[in-house]
């Protein structure tokens, strides 16, 4: 509640809050549009592969050149992680394998972390989180993406004696969007491929938010974090709006649509038919919660919250969320307050890679969002070896894998892969 008076004690000690972003994309570029009007955060250095493209954003985002000039820019994310001048690592480059190696190198140094990339958190999140504890750093989800929000809400709802039903957000939808590509993704969004290009509009990027493939990332990182269970058939994207989110997000055995309580879910912004649904949470994120007695239950019903027809569930969601604009809040939560907004505690669940076509022996995978694979959200018990989405980028199939079926470890060439290494020391922890 506090943490705006903080960071400005902070700048008036003339100890403020030192950042170093890796990856000026547009997560970035967001946070770096508010650090001007923030009081005791200063970024010191920013890594990109390009960083004239770095210091272009800067510029886009109105950066002065006095600003600029106290900033330095690198081309190396574990450069920037050693530097003397960084309290605080930001990794927003999107890249599973470099997320993990850069946070390493943040934990080694010394850093806390704000894991924007969440594709590397789903793959290693819990070894990263267990690694700068023992550091004495911390890793922390990055608030403004739904992941770090949903985490809010879940924290909130139990604090406040609530059982946690089901956690989400909400996106647009349809069972036919796992099998679209690169090629065909921008009708989906009402974009000409020519008015994308002009835009600077990554494809295979955009589409990993239509094919499921996004949000069963974010949907896994949320059940690691808040302890909560994975659907055991993945994710079924219920069309649901915002009045309806207690009566919907609630046990089958009392008339909902989930297998069982204290799930993750994501609802469509679209009825199966491609309809709209009314009122929906394509931008947002909610939680559902279960009154703990009938004098909570009736509480419900005096204060105006939307409930299920037992009057016992109950809903609050957030309409929109803001990514980096709001990213501040991880950096200067981490470095004042030596808290994270929201961090892997154990892997419940993973995000296998399932082929979007017949696929052959020989073939190079080419990961998120693409057109060989698309990421289900499965628990790890159910997942077994199946191949994380986030190794599924630049490796050859070793054997045929039919439409719809789950790519496994095994049926791929991961031979010598310290990442990959990586993910298995995970996974034998979560299995026992």
């Given at each position: 509640m506090n943490l705006s008076r903080l960071a400005a004690d902070a700048a008036a000690r003339g100890t403020p809050v030192r950042a170093g972003l890796i990856g000026a994309g547009k997560f970035g570029s967001m946070f770096l549009s508010q650090v001007p009007t923030i009081a005791g955060l200063e970024v010191a250095a920013i890594a990109d592969l390009n960083?004239?493209?770095?210091?272009?954003?800067?510029?886009?985002?109105?950066?002065?050149?006095?600003?600029?000039a106290a900033t330095a820019f690198l081309d190396d994310g574990a450069a920037l992680a050693a530097r003397d001048d960084v309290d605080v690592v930001i990794e927003a480059t999107g890249n599973p394998r470099a997320g993990i190696a850069h946070a390493r190198a943040a934990i080694a140094a010394g850093k806390h972390v704000v894991m924007v990339n969440v594709e590397a958190d789903v793959l290693a999140g819990a070894v990263l989180a267990r690694e700068a504890e023992a550091?004495?750093?911390?890793?922390?989800?990055?608030?403004?993406?739904?992941?770090?929000?949903?985490?809010?809400?879940?924290?909130w709802a139990r604090a406040t004696g609530f059982h946690v039903t089901a956690a989400g957000k909400g996106t647009k939808y349809l069972p036919a969007f796992h099998a679209v590509t690169p090629d065909d993704v921008w009708q989906h969004y009402g974009l000409t491929p020519d008015a994308a290009k002009a835009a600077g509009m990554n494809p295979q990027m955009f589409n990993s938010f239509l094919d499921g493939t996004k949000s069963a990332i974010e949907m896994v990182a949320?059940?690691?974090?808040?302890?909560?269970?994975?659907?055991?058939?993945?994710?079924?994207?219920?069309?649901?709006?915002?009045?309806?989110?207690?009566?919907?997000?609630?046990p089958r055995s009392v008339g909902g649509q989930l297998e069982s309580s204290g799930m993750v879910e994501t609802v469509s912004s679209l009825e199966r038919d491609g309809r709209p649904v009314f009122r929906d949470l394509r931008w947002g994120v909610y939680v559902v919660f279960e009154a703990p007695n009938d004098y909570a239950a009736a509480c419900f019903a005096q204060y105006g919250l939307p409930t299920d027809i037992t009057g016992h569930y109950a809903a609050m969601y957030k309409p929109f969320h803001l990514i980096g604009l709001e990213l501040s809040v991880s950096v200067l939560s981490a470095a004042l307050r030596n808290e994270p907004t929201g961090c892997t505690r154990a892997m419940f669940g993973t995000v296998a890679s399932v082929a979007k076509r017949d696929l052959k022996a020989g073939e190079v995978l080419d990961g998120e969002g693409g057109y060989t694979v698309w990421g289900k959200a499965l628990p790890i018990a159910a997942a077994g070896q199946a191949l994380p989405i986030g190794l599924a980028h630049n490796v050859t199939l070793t054997r045929d894998v039919a439409q719809g079926e789950v790519v496994m470890m095994d049926g791929v060439d991961m031979r010598n892969d310290p990442i990959a290494d990586l993910y298995m020391q995970a996974l034998a922890g979560a299995m026992g």
């Amino acid at each position: 509640m506090n943490l705006s008076r903080l960071a400005a004690d902070a700048a008036a000690r003339g100890t403020p809050v030192r950042a170093g972003l890796i990856g000026a994309g547009k997560f970035g570029s967001m946070f770096l549009s508010q650090v001007p009007t923030i009081a005791g955060l200063e970024v010191a250095a920013i890594a990109d592969l390009n960083p004239d493209r770095a210091k272009a954003a800067c510029c886009g985002v109105g950066w002065d050149d006095d600003r600029l000039a106290a900033t330095a820019f690198l081309d190396d994310g574990a450069a920037l992680a050693a530097r003397d001048d960084v309290d605080v690592v930001i990794e927003a480059t999107g890249n599973p394998r470099a997320g993990i190696a850069h946070a390493r190198a943040a934990i080694a140094a010394g850093k806390h972390v704000v894991m924007v990339n969440v594709e590397a958190d789903v793959l290693a999140g819990a070894v990263l989180a267990r690694e700068a504890e023992a550091a004495g750093v911390i890793y922390s989800m990055a608030y403004g993406d739904q992941p770090a929000l949903v985490s809010e809400m879940v924290d909130w709802a139990r604090a406040t004696g609530f059982h946690v039903t089901a956690a989400g957000k909400g996106t647009k939808y349809l069972p036919a969007f796992h099998a679209v590509t690169p090629d065909d993704v921008w009708q989906h969004y009402g974009l000409t491929p020519d008015a994308a290009k002009a835009a600077g509009m990554n494809p295979q990027m955009f589409n990993s938010f239509l094919d499921g493939t996004k949000s069963a990332i974010e949907m896994v990182a949320i059940a690691n974090a808040c302890e909560l269970t994975v659907p055991s058939q993945g994710l079924t994207f219920p069309p649901c709006g915002v009045d309806d989110l207690a009566q919907v997000m609630r046990p089958r055995s009392v008339g909902g649509q989930l297998e069982s309580s204290g799930m993750v879910e994501t609802v469509s912004s679209l009825e199966r038919d491609g309809r709209p649904v009314f009122r929906d949470l394509r931008w947002g994120v909610y939680v559902v919660f279960e009154a703990p007695n009938d004098y909570a239950a009736a509480c419900f019903a005096q204060y105006g919250l939307p409930t299920d027809i037992t009057g016992h569930y109950a809903a609050m969601y957030k309409p929109f969320h803001l990514i980096g604009l709001e990213l501040s809040v991880s950096v200067l939560s981490a470095a004042l307050r030596n808290e994270p907004t929201g961090c892997t505690r154990a892997m419940f669940g993973t995000v296998a890679s399932v082929a979007k076509r017949d696929l052959k022996a020989g073939e190079v995978l080419d990961g998120e969002g693409g057109y060989t694979v698309w990421g289900k959200a499965l628990p790890i018990a159910a997942a077994g070896q199946a191949l994380p989405i986030g190794l599924a980028h630049n490796v050859t199939l070793t054997r045929d894998v039919a439409q719809g079926e789950v790519v496994m470890m095994d049926g791929v060439d991961m031979r010598n892969d310290p990442i990959a290494d990586l993910y298995m020391q995970a996974l034998a922890g979560a299995m026992g």
